[in-house]
């Protein structure tokens, strides 16, 4: 029988056990005692014992009583904490001493929002890093469409669907620092191996094992015990392609953007693909919809190129949120404005699907801006006024954090777009009451 192995040898959860049966026994001998009913010869002498105590020291009989609950009280918790940091240390050796922490995060985190994030690249994965912290209701959708870099080259030479944002994504949201850096570590030397990161070989690797792509990114991310769920748009092999300004038509991702013209549209072929299930059924059970950050044409945009995935969003009560890039991308959406991203958006996929629209208005330093404006890039201007009149509430905030990189600061937006939702909730009638938690600080 399993329940034998907990008694095993150096399994170190009998003493534990034995504690609490103590425990249990002395808090049971507490109970008989209150009673003082008829009760078995050892509480019969044990009865007596007390009152001859009392007649010849003085000491109240209900002291022994109580004496007796406390200590089983006491034994027995000791004997369940020992038994689960037995367990934990087992599990989870670096987390030995987070007991607490750890359980108060996992059930509260579990009653946060259902939020659907939609998009990809590392934008995508900065939201999630922070997010995570207020719930682990999160369903990331991941464009599919990537055809350069490490994920290009395994689609090509092995056929599956690319990687790389849906690692990006489960490194950001797993639970261990470490282990989210090892799934970006990339190999700089080679044969075969120089240019590929470890995640992007490792859900290669799950996704033969399993024999499904949809299956190995599943067990990865059950193994990497991440706080919510990635998930592609689609099962299907597609490829991105672009219709420029001048007419010029452009298949593959990466190409997209190389010949600095303004994009007209973009589409995929083929036409209108089969979304993943979860997803559709994630979007009818959100409390909120995120849109990016993420490259406009190449990360968001893809997704809901998807079959019935419009369809689903617009039927969806959900909160619509947009979260604009602070920075422009080169040869996609050079100059853009706030305004201009979402006029772009709204043009091709309608104006059902944004209600909010999260801006950041911290300017960068003039020396980092300088540096964007070399390759082409600029500050995102956020123009308030020409969002609210396309009907869509902006929300205009200091968003960002300057580093090497100018990128989105993970705990300013995550906070932001809490409250945004919150607000969203708060104003939306019908909606079910949910749980704000602080961040963890684990």
Known sequence: MKFLKWFYLGMGIKRWIFLCLAGVLIFSIGILLCFNGPV??????????????????????HFFFALFLVVGVFLIMIGIWGWMRSILTAVKPENENSLVDILYQQRNLKKGLKVVVIGGG??????????????????????????????????????????GDIRNCIAAL??????????????????????????????VAMTGTTGDFLQGIKESSRVLAIRGTVLPSTLDTVTLCAELDDGTLIEGESKIGEKQRPIRRIFLKPRSPKPVDEVIQAIKEADAIVYGPGSLYTSIMPNLLIGKMVEAIQNSPAIKIFVCNCMTQPGETSGFTASQHLEVFVQQFGE?????????????????????????????????????????????????????????????????????????????PGKQEVQLLEPSKL
């Not at 369903?139 to 080259?153: E, F």
């Not at 261990?176 to 590929?196: C, D, I, M, T, V």
């Open 40 to 61: 078995n010869h050892l509480i019969d002498t044990l009865l007596a014992y007390g009152i001859s105590l009392k007649v010849s020291k003085g000491i109240p009989l």
């Open 122 to 163: 590392t934008g995508l994965s900065t939201l999630l890093r922070g997010l995570k912290e207020y719930t682990s209701n999160i369903v990331a959708v991941v464009t599919v469409s990537d055809d350069g870099g490490s994920s290009g080259r395994l689609r090509k030479e092995l056929g599956v669907l690319p990687p």
């Open 174 to 203: 797993a639970d261990s620092e470490l282990l989210g850096e090892l799934l970006q570590y990339r190999f700089e030397e080679g044969n075969g191996l120089e240019g590929h990161s470890f995640g992007n070989l490792f859900l």
């Open 352 to 428: 059902k699907l944004v209600e909010y629209a999260l801006i950041n208005t911290l300017v960068p330093s003039p020396a980092m801006n300088a540096k964007y404006e070399e390759k082409g890039g600029g500050f995102v201007l956020p123009d308030q006024d020409k969002i609210e009149k396309m009907g869509i509430k902006p929300i205009a905030l200091p968003l960002i954090n300057e580093t090497d990189l100018i990128r989105h600061d993970p705990k300013k937006l995550a906070l932001s777009l809490i409250k945004v939702i919150m607000e969203g909730l708060y104003r939306s």
